[in-house]
């Protein structure tokens, strides 16, 4: 049984960490107002973007540009998002068990972003080609040569197909670890759902029921210019959706320990006065005993 020193110092300790916590709650508290904002606030276009590019998609020949059909290679790049720090709850590991377990046929290489999921994927041996640490929070500029190394690898031939695992920030307490693809262009999820999903009801549209688009100079020129953006924009905006995702687990997970601490120093507070309770009436005992003895 411990003594009543013993608990003293655990108490003292326990309160260290839980001022600590609180600490970390309250800064990642303030982080994530600001992350959840930048997600909020460039999904709409994201999802805009990608709804006129699906649409135009169906709408021409795989062939009109490289974008919009597979590479001619059988290998798959993936790009893994993930955060720096850890201290974020189940976050990191539900990701990389949601990206493990998704099928994909062929090789696969993967391209990281966050230093826990490289460590992660280097540890079970994946082929992992590059890694792009980027600072919080995000820049769009930092993020260009992401996406310029991604388009020069599948314009190669060598990849089908591009795909993204990153977390979706649904809410506070709700996040989906989500495998996307980006290229060939295809309907993203952003925020956990599709917002022109019912346009997209059957499974082959028929060409007359699509937006007519008028294109100047011609479709080629427009598209050489504006799906590298695409690829850029969409990269960005999955990692805002990564970064709310990890500063709301982080608070959510500091809060939890905050709470954990205080309810374990109730605990032991509980068993020191319990134990100081009992010594004090053992000697209560001691002086009776001999009193009457002494009689």
């Known amino acids: 049984m411990p003594s009543t020193r013993d608990i003293r110092r655990r108490i003292k300790s326990v309160k260290s960490t839980a ?21 909020n606030n460039g999904r709409a276009y994201a999802e805009l973007m990608n709804k006129v590019l699906v649409s135009l998609r169906d709408g021409v020949e795989e062939s ?64 992992l080609i590059a890694d792009f640490p980027l600072k919080d929070p995000a820049k769009f500029l930092e993020l260009r040569p992401v996406g310029k190394f991604i388009q020069q690898k599948f314009l190669t031939g060598e990849y089908r197909r591009v795909l993204v695992a990153f977390n979706n920030f649904i809410n506070t307490v709700t996040i ?12 993203v999820t952003l925020g956990g759902k599709r917002s022109y999903e019912a346009d997209h009801v059957a499974a082959s549209p028929d060409a007359a029921t699509l937006p007519q688009y008028t294109f100047e100079p011609d479709a080629a020129t427009v598209f050489d210019s504006v799906l590298p953006q695409y690829v850029n924009n969409t990269i960005f905006q999955m990692l805002l959706e990564a970064r709310a995702s990890e500063h709301s687990s982080r608070m959510v997970a500091m809060k939890n320990a905050t709470d954990n601490a205080k309810q374990m120093l109730k605990d032991l507070s509980l068993e020191y006065n319990k134990l100081r309770q009992a010594a004090i009436t053992n000697e209560l005992l001691e002086i009776t005993t001999a009193k009457m003895a002494l009689e």
């Open 176 to 187: 989906v670890p989500s495998v996307e693809q980006l290229l060939p262009v295809d309907k």
């Open 64 to 127: 009109t540009h490289a974008y919009f059909s597979e590479g001619k290679g059988s290998k798959t790049l993936v790009l893994a998002i993930t955060s720096d720090k850890g201290l974020c709850g189940a976050l990191n590991t539900n990701l990389l068990k949601k990206l493990l377990s998704t099928k994909i046929e062929g090789e696969v290489d993967y391209v990281t972003i966050g230093r826990k999921g490289a460590q992660s994927l280097a540890r079970l041996r994946k082929s």
């Open 19 to 39: 001022q600590i916590t609180k600490a970390m709650q309250l800064v990642a508290a303030a982080k994530m107002k600001k992350a959840q904002d930048q997600a």
